[in-house]
């Protein structure tokens, strides 16, 4: 069964860091025809595309309200995908969900989302 | 950057046809997604490629891009429809994924 867990969310403090992981599993992670991403859900709200890795060329893009205070990264050996959070801010606080994407055709599997809080 | 635009809600009764749109500029020279989520769980992709179902997709759900309008339909809505829907596209201009602000389905 493809899976991704998340795991890493947690109460912290405005200008605090934080590290999420995701642990995939049930198929080949660092096959080219998929690549990673990071979506986050504020409380009540809509979707927010946070982040995606090319497998293909470990190509990193950022959505903007993160660029320059988020890192993703991954493991292709430990297939594990990974979003590095500084600076945080009382509006980074969601659920984040760590999202596969097959050859463009889409978001096809997601995880269940960690909790992130930031509050003082 | 790209924006797409959903309304808000949709409500309709049982048995119905549930049309939700998606507009963007020139959206037909998109490839849009749609996802559907239910309370409390992940987003499930419904419709790729504009129309094309995944594999468990129900044939209820249908899609059509043109112009400047995406479209996502629902045929004999039934209670387990209810969720919200997002469209979302590649915007090549930016490299960054782009959702649509949701439409909230209820099934009366």
């Known amino acids: 069964e493809v899976q991704l867990l998340e795991s890493g969310g947690g109460l912290v403090k405005p200008g605090g860091s934080l590290r999420l992981s995701c642990a995939a599993s049930?198929?080949?992670?660092?096959?080219?025809?998929?690549?990673m991403n990071w979506v986050r859900q504020a409380p009540g709200k809509g979707l927010e595309w946070v982040s995606t890795i090319m497998t293909i060329n470990n190509n990193k893009k950022y959505g903007d309200s993160v660029r320059g205070r988020f890192t993703i990264s991954r493991d292709d050996a430990k297939s594990s995908l990974f979003l590095h959070m500084n600076s945080l801010r009382v509006d980074d606080t969601a659920i984040y969900y760590c999202v596969r994407e097959y050859q463009g055709r889409g978001m096809d599997v997601w995880g269940r989302g960690t909790t992130v809080t930031v509050s003082s | 950057s790209y924006v797409l635009t959903q309304p808000p809600s949709v409500s309709l009764a049982p048995g119905e046809t549930a049309t939700i749109t998606c507009g963007g500029s020139n959206i037909g020279g998109y490839s849009v997604h749609w996802y559907q989520q239910k309370p409390g769980q992940a987003p499930l992709l419904v419709i790729y490629?504009?129309?094309r179902r995944p594999a468990g997709s129900p044939e209820r759900i249908s899609g059509s891009n043109s112009g400047n309008t995406a479209t996502l339909t629902i045929s004999r809505v039934e209670a387990g429809d209810e969720a919200d829907y997002y469209c979302?596209?590649?915007?090549?201009?930016?490299?960054?994924?782009?959702f649509g602000g949701g439409t909230k389905l209820t099934v009366l």
């Open positions: 490629y504009d129309f």
């Open positions: 049930g198929f080949t992670f660092s096959n080219y025809i998929y690549n």
């Open positions: 979302q596209v590649w915007d090549t201009n930016s490299d960054h994924w782009v």
